[in-house]
């Protein structure tokens, strides 16, 4: 890596991966462990424990793999069907996009409800497709909690209740990868049968950690799916033995580090960390409205209460180079931020806001994004940066 100094930090705001607390960079700084260690085991349920407490589950069973969350999607799709079997992925944006092709590209058959931009997904067609179905070929719903490239929420409450109205038997999985210690989801309540997480977004880890937290009737659909697999199988993974649980050698380091962030979320209180994501994307929101009176920006997120507290989807007129801003807040602000992606590369700008975040940060970031705005020439209204302020004082 060329090595330019930054003078003091360079604020992350992507929205994954996340700034790391110190003191969970701190927990991974030692020296990797025999395997008969008692510390491993120990680690292991740790983090087996506090990620069922995060997600508000009893039951479920927690799958760890060494893998980024595009992993933790491929458990779900070869745990949970088979080639040829039809899965329904209700159009969100990016993401949803992405994991229907994953799925597609391992041999399923994917149906989608239609995407209309910056607005969740369409629950009446969710529902209308499994009514459809009459013959069930319908394995499992894949929704997407907040997608992350729109930075639109849906209400996987809604998707329950579609589902129930239907009479579909289909499994319910969730991607709450960007919503995880950020934004509430109880996975019991909401009759959640899969959710899956990965590490490097509101769990203030480096990326290398998915994981998919699997109830009973999920678990029972994957031991009779009959398609070949190993590396992903669930089954082999319930065991005791580490060594069994990871098929292989556990990424000891990761796992020291996300007990460690599990401690940070416990020890402030989960409710406390919603709060604090809530307040935060205020201020963020408040910085975008102030910055739209130029005309230039806007939010891609038509309806204020979809929009999410995990990330905020700034869309600009044409002609604003968006590399050049970030480049702009990168360098001479030393703000990161994230582009558009899929349909809105060049057309959007992201603030990611989850994680390990703090007024003094967010107000730091939302001046440093309107400081390289200004520095571009692009119409920026009045005072988004005293807005957030305000947000943040009242
Ligand atoms: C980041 C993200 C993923 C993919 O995770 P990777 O670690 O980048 O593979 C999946 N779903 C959502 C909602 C995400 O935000």
């Not at 209309?116 to 209308?128: C, K, N, T, Y």
């Not at 069930?136 to 929420?153: E, L, N, Q």
């Not at 994307?281 to 130029?294: L, N, S």
């Not at 180079?321 to 970030?326: F, T, V």
Request: net charge negative.
């Amino acid at each position: 890596m060329t090595s330019i100094r930054i003078p003091g930090r360079r604020f992350l705001h992507s929205p994954g991966p996340t700034p790391i607390p110190d003191a969970v960079l701190h927990a991974m700084s030692v020296q990797p462990m025999d395997l008969g260690d008692p510390r491993v085991d120990a680690n292991i349920a740790a983090c087996e424990q506090g990620l069922k407490r995060l997600v508000h589950t009893r039951s479920a069973d927690i799958f760890m793999h060494a893998a980024n969350g595009h992993g933790a999607w491929e458990a779900v799709i070869e745990n949970l069907t088979a080639p040829g079997e039809t899965v329904l992925v209700p159009a969100t944006g990016h993401f949803s996009e992405s994991w229907a092709v994953q799925t597609e590209a391992l041999g399923r058959t994917v149906v989608r409800t239609p995407w209309r931009e910056g607005w969740p997904m369409d629950m009446a067609a969710l529902e209308q497709a499994l009514r459809e179905d009459k013959a069930h070929a319908i394995k499992a719903v894949f929704a997407i909690h907040t997608d992350t490239a729109s930075g639109v929420t849906n209400d996987l409450a809604a998707v329950h209740r579609a589902i129930d109205a239907a009479r579909h038997p289909a499994l319910f999985v969730a991607d709450v990868v960007s919503t995880l210690a950020a934004i509430p989801f109880s996975m019991d309540e909401v009759g959640v049968d899969v959710a899956v997480g990965a590490s490097q977004k509101g769990l203030m880890c480096p990326t290398g950690l998915g994981f998919a937290a699997v109830n009973a009737r999920a678990f029972a659909v994957a031991e009779g799916n009959r398609s070949p697999r190993f590396y992903w199988d669930w089954v082999r993974r319930k065991n005791d033995q580490s060594y069994r649980k990871f098929c292989g050698t556990p990424p000891q380091n990761l796992l020291l580090g996300l007990e460690a962030a599990l401690g940070l979320i416990f020890s402030e209180g989960l409710e406390a960390v919603w709060r604090r994501h809530a307040q935060i994307a205020h201020a963020v929101q408040a910085a975008v409205e102030g910055w739209r009176e130029g005309g230039a920006v806007d939010f891609f997120a038509q309806d204020p209460a979809t929009r999410s507290h995990s990330v905020t989807t700034v869309k600009v007129e044409p002609g604003i180079d968006i590399e050049a801003l970030r480049n702009m807040a990168r360098d001479r602000f030393q703000v990161a931020l994230a582009g558009g992606l899929g349909p809105q590369t060049g057309r959007a700008f992201r603030i990611g806001h989850l994680g390990d975040c703090n007024p003094a940060m967010i107000l730091g970031a939302i001046a440093g994004v309107e400081g390289a705005l200004i520095a571009l020439g692009v119409p920026v209204g009045d005072g988004g940066t005293r807005r957030a302020v305000q947000s943040l004082a009242g």
